[in-house]
């Protein structure tokens, strides 16, 4: 059988195009997300923390009721924002508030830090989504992206022909960019062992 | 038609976030005999339930079995959710609750919220240099000051492997 190799030419040009509009908000959102964990150990990628440095008097001698109710009271807290209190250590008081932000303060000055955390709008959803934390159906979407994004790669090597295309230049740049990654794996792997 | 993909792709993408925050929750509350709360991970099993206290009392006893231990969310790791601590029944004792990284990963929004956890027990022996690099840390990770010197004794503490858990509001 003969293929035609104009209509492969526009089925590889159309796959390549349609995948692309598809995929292109999910691509936008996992490379901004692939930014923000490529860097953890310098920032937290999920949540914003603001610590306010506190002073609410001495709480020594106080019942840990009168404690919570004399800090809730200091900071112009809702009592019905507390979820919790804890004694991490002696003379420590720990007032826990709701999306992960806490007073903590010592008992015998009144000395503390009131933390606030606030999500990361849409970078918080990004990682979700980008980190699989979702598992469950998600898992499949993402092995269904995973997919066009390798069909992507590859139709889009074919849709230029002559100097321009793979067996021009192309070639040359996607060997760059097949060298770059090999590279590294060969120096971290291979030559400094 | 690749609009309409993306806006589909758009719809299942927010209905997945949503998801995550309640789908666990009526499963798990269709099981008679399971806590009712948000599940991460496996949920709770056959595990044994012991207090926390019990298993810094008793950390041989423990050690490599699987257990169950209920407390308040006092900590959750900042940055990757990837640990948890959990209050004890006594004073001035907190239980680690360490998951694989990426495996489950829990929400900041976790700490001041009621936690029923399964895992294997670990007795973790520190040495004198460990246990100083370990405090260190702790205290950078909560803005507080660390002295050293103070540090006489190498820690040895129980540490839970965590394989699961069902978090909720109250207790």
């Given amino acids: 059988m003969k293929i035609n190799s104009i209509s492969w030419q526009r089925v590889n040009n159309a ?3 349609d995948l692309g509009y598809l995929c292109c908000a999910l691509i ?20 914003s923390t603001q610590a306010e440095q506190v002073s609410v008097g001495v709480l020594e001698g106080l019942d840990l009721d009168a404690i919570e109710s004399h800090i809730v009271s200091s900071l112009g807290l809702d009592p019905r924002q507390v979820k919790g209190r804890h004694l991490p250590s002696p003379g420590k008081f720990v007032l826990f508030l709701p999306e992960g932000g806490e007073v903590r303060v010592a008992v015998k000055t009144g000395l503390g830090t009131w933390m606030r955390v606030k999500r ?3 970078l918080f959803e990004s990682n979700v989504l980008h980190l699989n934390h979702l598992k469950g159906v998600w898992t499949y979407i993402a092995d ?3 997919l066009a994004l390798i069909v992507l790669a590859v139709t889009g090597l074919f849709i230029l022909k002559g100097p321009k295309g793979i067996t021009g230049r192309g070639k040359w740049l996607a060997g760059a960019g ?11 792997y291979l030559v400094r062992g | 038609m690749g609009v309409v993909m993306m806006l589909v792709l758009s719809v299942s993408l927010l209905g997945s976030v949503e998801a995550a925050e309640n789908a666990p ?7 008679v005999s399971a806590p009712k709360g948000v599940k991460y991970g496996k949920g709770i099993g056959s595990g044994k339930t012991v207090k926390i206290s019990e298993l810094f009392a008793r950390m041989d006893a423990y050690e490599g079995k699987l257990v169950r231990v209920e407390g308040l969310v006092v900590a959750v790791c900042p940055k990757r959710g990837c640990w948890l601590r959990i209050g004890s ?32 027990m670990r007795k973790v022996r520190l040495s ?34 965590g394989i699961g858990a069902v978090i909720r509001e109250n207790k």
């Fill in chain 2, 89 to 120: 029944d006594k004073q001035f004792q907190e239980l680690q609750f360490k998951v694989q990284d990426g495996q489950i990963v829990f929400p900041m929004s976790a700490q001041g919220k009621y936690v029923v956890a399964e895992g294997i």
């Fill in chain 2, 128 to 161: 004198l240099e460990q246990t100083i690099s370990y405090l260190k840390e702790e205290a950078e990770e909560r803005g507080e000051l660390f002295d050293e010197s103070k540090v006489k004794e190498p820690l040895v503490f129980p540490k839970l492997e």
């Fill in chain 2, 25 to 31: 929750a009526t499963k798990q509350a269709q099981r």
């Fill in chain 1, 15 to 17: 796959l390549h195009r």
């Fill in chain 1, 178 to 188: 097949t060298l770059l990654p090999l590279g590294f794996i060969v120096y971290y």
């Fill in chain 1, 144 to 146: 269904i992206f995973s």
């Fill in chain 1, 120 to 122: 990361r709008s849409l």
């Fill in chain 1, 28 to 47: 936008i959102l996992y490379a901004i997300s692939g930014v923000a964990v490529n860097h953890v150990a310098d920032w937290n990628p999920n949540y």
